[in-house]
């Protein structure tokens, strides 16, 4: 088994995302999306809609009903807000939390990235989220308002066919998010975190979707804090599983993490 990979967490101006969620090829079937894009399509005689700031998606300008919108970094949208429209990222990266408006605590329940719609809730019950929607990146999205969302669903039935398996893996991934929480320690729960974004076939690739993500971040992802993470993570740097070095965390003994992850079910890719 290979020994080493590298999470680079250095900030990046222009991040292209990680992999693409299981959803993209459908917007694309369904005539959203149009081939990957590059920066020439940036021009004003482009065909497109809205480009993402990477060159990596670009929105088609007959994308009707939805229409291009984005959101700046650090942006908050509630789940009242976002009950009222559905959107569908392009580009970057958006935190769907809870918290505790008692003492301020957070968990992440999902890091959406391109490809994936939200409130995919409220669009099939209709009521408000208690959850919140950060953007972590510069978002770009595809969007409209949920009741035009339910109608365009109803006259493309292949829409079902992908979201139905695309709803039962978001299921999937809350399933194991309350049994890390209910069940194993914050040390568990980290080397889960970590070992559910490497991959096993190339580690010596940098992790894409928790890059460039604080410790803070990375508590919330597991329901703890930033001082436990980061004592952890000094922790294994000093047992030699890790090294951090500027801005980067790289895996030196990923056997060692595993046997940490408690056997850790097998890696599957989202892409």
């Not at 099939?124 to 009741?147: C, H, K, N, V």
């Not at 894409?208 to 410790?215: C, M, T």
């Amino acid at each position: 088994m290979p020994t080493a990979a590298i999470w680079r967490s250095r900030p990046c101006r222009n991040w292209r995302g990680g992999p693409k969620s299981s959803l993209t090829r459908l917007w694309r079937d369904l005539g959203l999306l149009a081939s990957p894009g590059c920066r020439r399509c940036q021009s004003p005689a482009a065909p497109v809609a809205a480009v993402c700031r990477a060159g990596r998606y670009r929105a088609r300008r007959d994308a009707e009903p939805f229409s291009p919108r984005d959101l700046e970094q650090g942006r908050s949208v509630t789940g009242r807000e976002s009950a009222q429209r559905f959107h569908i990222i392009l580009s970057g990266r958006l935190k769907m939390a809870q918290i505790n408006p008692d003492t301020g605590r957070v968990v992440t329940l999902f890091l959406l990235q391109p490809g994936d719609g939200f409130d995919v809730i409220s669009l099939l019950d209709g009521q408000p989220d208690p959850l919140i929607f950060e953007a972590r990146d510069d978002l770009l999205m595809l969007s409209t308002p949920m009741q035009e969302a339910r109608r365009w669903i109803e006259e493309h039935p292949a829409f079902n066919r992908s979201f139905l398996p695309y709803l039962g893996q978001q299921m999937r991934t809350l399933a194991n998010l309350a049994g890390d929480l209910a069940l194993h320690d914050t040390e568990t729960r980290l080397a889960r975190l970590i070992l559910r974004h490497v991959h096993h076939e190339q580690p010596d690739q940098p992790l894409r979707l928790i890059h460039n993500l604080s410790h803070e971040s990375l508590a919330e992802m597991i329901g703890s804090v930033r001082v436990v993470v980061n004592r952890q993570l000094q922790h294994w740097q000093r047992d030699g599983v890790v090294v951090t070095r500027r801005g980067e965390l790289i895996i030196k003994e990923l056997g060692t993490l595993l046997k940490k992850a408690m056997h850790f079910p097998k890696h599957t890719s989202r892409s």
